[in-house]
């Protein structure tokens, strides 16, 4: 009688796509990019001041996401503001915002933003934890390079 002997090995991740032999996709961020640019999109389609400007956050963040160099070393920062950023959109909305269908869509796009943003952030930087680490580590840093400049 045959045994089959099973194996494990490593492979790629499902959630990693390669193009060529430099860029990497990641599809969470992907997710996340075009749910912002979603968002930026209704937003913009509505008019007015307040939301032009509501767009025009989106779309910096979105920029900010996919941005190469200096700014992948703080995009866990990014994230952080867009999470904010979001919440307090749909926070506006609850208080203020006009019920009708597009806004309910909005909505919902707001709210699977907030979802993709939260699995990111604990895949992608290690969780609450870890977040608050470096916000602590980044506030000491601020704090000591302002006490430095201002002589104290």
Known sequence: MAT???TTQPGPRLTTVRVGPVLRLDLLRVVVVGLTLATAAIHASLGGVMFMLNAAGYAMFAAALTLPGPFARIRWLVRLGLLGFTSATIGGWVLFGARFDLAY??????IALIGALLVELWRVDGGPVEVIRRLRWLIGRLGATFLSRTGC
């Open 4 to 6: 089959l002997k099973q």
């Open 105 to 110: 869509f909005d909505k919902a796009l707001e």
